[in-house]
């Protein structure tokens, strides 16, 4: 049965990744948003077939202006929500997360991105105190994921550990999603792991002590481990599947 349905709202984003898979921009002669009476639609529709997790990307979805009347839809359907987001760690950011929590906002995944080209970074908030206010007095929860590239490789170890040292005790937090870089979108092959690289991340995942709040998605089945649940490439996971 199918339990999770990912919808991408927009192409829109502040951002600008180098890896992002989503081709995102800022460029409003290049942006491509879905219909909201169209996705209104879909999620009714995936009420009656069961669905169970409504997860809204992007782009980045806090940008798709009826984000919080999608949030709100899917609640009042008895139905978790998702967002995978990397909104800059602003107090406008804090009071729109915080909004969309009440309006019954199940989860946040938010990027440990760092291989970033031309932009400033505006955040005014380290993600441990944003991250603490975002989450005090309610129950949603905060996933974080990590695509690892030729340019974000150097940084995972230091990455993954000091992220699970800071969250690991916060009752909101749950894992970080490990992405394995594709190329696609803006993603060149040129950004992809060597064999080296993958034998040395493995090797630290096997090695790792807090393995248990690492998931590893379908792309690294390369390396035989097993991991369950299963995460699809972008951090969404499937406790049926098991390798
Ligand atoms: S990866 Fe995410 S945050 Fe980065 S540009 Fe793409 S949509 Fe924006």
Not at 199 to 219: C, M, Q, T, V
């Amino acid at each position: 049965m199918l339990k999770e349905i990912k919808i991408e709202l927009t192409n829109k984003c502040a951002r600008n990744c180098k890896h992002c898979s989503s081709n995102a921009t800022s460029n409003i002669d290049n942006i491509k948003e879905l219909d909201f009476n169209s996705v209104y639609k879909i999620i009714n529709e995936a009420k009656t077939i069961g669905v169970e997790t409504i997860v809204f990307t992007g782009g980045e979805p806090l940008m798709y202006d009826r984000l919080s009347e999608l949030i709100e839809l899917t609640s009042n359907l008895g139905m978790q929500s998702t967002i995978y987001t990397f909104a800059y760690r602003t107090a406008e950011t804090l009071n729109k997360y915080r909004n969309l929590i009440n309006l019954g906002l199940s989860k946040i995944v938010y990027s440990l991105a760092d291989s970033l080209t031309d932009e400033k970074d505006i955040s005014i908030f380290n993600n441990e105190e944003f991250f603490d206010k975002v989450f005090e007095g309610n129950d949603a929860i905060l996933g974080f994921h990590y695509t690892v590239s030729k340019d974000s490789y150097s940084k995972l170890k230091n990455v993954l550990t000091s992220t699970i040292s800071t969250f690991k005790n916060k009752k909101y937090f749950d894992k970080i999603s490990l992405l394995r870089f594709v190329p696609h979108g803006k993603g060149t092959t040129y950004m992809d792991l060597s064999k080296e690289q993958l034998l040395d991340i493995k090797n630290f995942y096997l090695n790792f002590a807090n393995k248990n709040r690492i998931r590893l998605g379908s792309p690294w089945n390369i390396l035989g481990i097993k991991n369950s649940p299963f995460v699809s490439g972008d951090g969404d996971f499937d406790n049926s599947i098991n390798w």
